[in-house]
């Protein structure tokens, strides 16, 4: 188990080294889409730190993304502070607003669990949505917050490879960060509730507060991917507030695997890829992306993570069946 935990961080390490080695010769597209990756992947390792190990399915974390991107913009634009050094201030703050907003939504949203659970973030969700579109004179309503310059500190965050290394320097902080609570006692506590909350209940852990705590966490990762998703897009409007951010989310967790972390990286890969391939190749792509959701989760319950696990399993039993071929043909040969 721990040369294959170590293997896997060593893979992960190459992987992110490569990605930061290939990045200055990529077109500026390539890195719009790669910081995009990034801030998603940020995204959706909240969701992760909630359904794959707590075992909450929320549909409410693009209520989190809001409240830290409004916070940038409307800092940005009308006291122009975010667009200097102050950007990491920004960072804080974003973290801080998100873990605030987590901590009042979860006083209800925790009560529930299941599907009830999943509604209630859902509800909750769409009270942030709605305040986006109605309040008009902090947020624009439909038209939203231009926000038409990127941050300026020792080098100038405008460029696309500048502002591609802040997104993932955040989204690796935020994955050691991450990987260091799952693997605390925790981390530890919060998949045995997931296994089963009435046997950690008669241990005599609180199951209540430690759900909690998770519910904040995720919420400041969400309100930390929000500030840097202002300055990758440059507008806040309500549509990054509506229900889509959320499911999108939800879905790159469980198409790259749950309680894995990484795999939020992995799927929203594959997901951004195939969004910009197959929208130039195909006008129906959304069904092609549907499908493959439908099939992961048919045919690969753990994501793409499960993959090599899967496949081992499969080498093993095609070669205990063709060991019992040949037992039974080395008998069948032995008889008079």
């Avoid at 992960?12 to 719009?32: D, E, F, G, N, T």
């Avoid at 009308?78 to 201030?89: T, V």
């Avoid at 109605?134 to 300026?152: A, E, K, Q, Y």
């Amino acid at each position: 188990m721990l040369s294959s935990t170590r293997a896997k961080f060593l893979m992960v390490c190459a992987l992110l080294i490569v990605v930061a080695l290939v990045a200055p010769v990529a077109s500026p597209y390539a890195k719009l889409l790669a910081a995009r990756v990034c801030i998603i992947a940020v995204l959706a390792m909240s969701v992760d730190l909630l359904l794959g190990f707590t075992g909450l399915p929320s549909l409410g974390q693009a209520a989190y993304l809001g409240v830290g991107a409004y916070l940038t913009a409307i800092l940005a634009t009308s006291h122009n502070f975010g667009l200097g050094c102050d950007f990491f201030a920004v960072l804080l703050l974003g973290a801080a607003i998100g873990a605030v907003t987590a901590a009042f939504f979860g006083l209800f949203a925790i009560r529930a669990s299941g599907v009830y659970f999943l509604i209630i973030t859902l509800a909750l969700g769409m009270v942030v949505w709605g305040l986006a579109y109605r309040w008009n004179s902090l947020t624009g309503g439909d038209n939203g917050i231009n926000v038409f310059s990127r941050p300026t500190c020792v080098v100038s965050f405008s460029t696309d490879i500048a502002f591609f290394y802040v997104a993932l320097g955040v989204y690796v902080v935020v994955l050691a960060g991450l990987y260091l609570l799952v693997r605390s006692p925790f981390g530890r506590s919060l998949v045995g509730i997931r296994e089963s909350e009435t046997r950690m209940r008669m241990l005599g852990y609180n199951i209540w507060l430690h759900k909690y705590l998770a519910f904040i966490i995720a919420g400041g990762i969400g309100g930390l991917a929000g500030v840097l998703w202002t300055h990758l897009s440059g507008i806040v409007s309500p549509d990054d507030v509506f229900l889509t951010t959320s499911v999108d989310a939800l879905l790159v967790v469980v198409l790259g695997g749950p309680g894995t972390l990484i795999g939020a990286a992995l799927g929203t890969a594959l997901v951004v890829f195939l969004r910009e391939y197959l929208s130039t190749v195909v006008p129906w792509w959304q069904y092609v992306l549907g499908g493959v959701y439908i099939l992961t989760i048919l045919y690969l319950p753990e994501g793409l993570m499960g993959l090599p696990a899967r496949l081992r399993q499969h080498g093993s039993a095609s070669a205990a069946r063709e060991a019992v071929t040949a037992r039974e043909s080395a008998s069948a040969e032995s008889r008079p």
